[in-house]
Structures are given as C-alpha cells and as structure tokens.
C-alpha cells in the first residue's frame, strides 16, 4: 500500500507539468476570414482588415509586430496555417486584389514570395511547409519607399565613372 502512496506523488506531479505547459502554449487562434463561396474572401478580421486571413490560422505573437490597426498597420505577421504551402500560396495571389492590392511580383518555390502595392504601402507574403503539416505565412507590411532619389552628398556613394 506504501508503495502505491509513493508512487501518486510523480503521476500529480507529471500532470500539473503538463497542464502548465498547455496554459503556456505560444499562438492566438484567428478568426478565419470568411468567404460566401470559394472565389471570395470577406473583410471579417477584427484586427487587421486589409489582408485575407486562411481557414485555421493561428497568429504567432511572440514573432509578430503590429503597430496600428485596420488597414493603416504596419509590422509583420506570423501565421501558422493549417493548409498546404501550395493552397496558401494560391489564396493570397487570387484575394489579396479583393482587398485592394496590386500584385508586384510572385515567386512559387520552396519558400514562396508574393509582393503587392495598395496606396502608400507595400506588402510581402512568404509562405512556407511546416515540418508536421500546414505551412507558415509571413506577412509584412511598411511604407512604399518614395521614388525620389537619394540625396548627394559626403555620405553618398560615389556616381560610376564613365
């Protein structure tokens, strides 16, 4: 019986690990954006309303940075996708023009690159497999760079020679 008495202590102790270890977990469950049908995403993510949000997301915060709000944020985001790379990739270049942007470029490959414009802003997807399943999307979002050139001065680069 002793021995049984014994041997309650490290099944508690294990068990109260584990459930710390759940409450510690890293990630915020995302509200989906939500289609009508599959063509169409709508604009029903609280935080960040300018970008569609894939089915099963989750937003990794401790990697993330958003400062603002709406469609006025700058920063980047980490998602955690629970669909293939390729899936993913194709959400993003079909429904980022439904929220506005216009597509720069798009390379699909092992780490996946869409670029796009909207206003004053420029935005970066890459998507990537996640090892067990689903892929990762990093969005980032800043101000264009204006199209003014650099000034000319003593910190300059020297102009080519001809």
């Known amino acids: 019986m002793n021995q049984f008495g014994n041997l309650r202590r490290p099944v508690w102790l ?6 710390f270890l759940a409450a510690c977990a890293q990630g915020a469950k995302l509200q989906p954006t939500l289609s009508a049908d599959e063509s169409a ?3 029903n993510f609280s935080l960040l309303t300018d970008i569609p949000i894939p089915p099963n ?3 990794d915060v401790e990697r993330s940075l958003i400062l603002g709000d709406l469609d006025r944020w700058t920063g980047r985001i980490i998602l955690n996708v629970g669909q293939a790379s390729t899936k993913t990739f194709a959400l993003y270049q079909s429904q ?3 929220f506005g942007w216009e597509p720069i470029m798009s390379v699909q490959a092992e780490v996946s690159i869409l670029s796009f414009t909207r206003g004053e802003r420029a935005a970066t997807v890459q998507i990537e497999d996640r090892t067990l399943g689903g892929s990762t999307v990093t969005v980032t979002v800043a101000p264009r760079q204006s199209s003014t050139p650099p000034p000319t001065g003593t910190n300059a680069p020297a102009a080519p020679a001809r």
Do not use: D, P, R, V
């Not at 294990?14 to 459930?19: E, M, S, W």
């Open 14 to 19: 294990c068990i109260i690990t584990a459930l």
């Open 41 to 43: 995403i709508e604009k």
């Open 57 to 59: 997301s989750t937003l």
């Open 96 to 98: 980022m023009a439904n």
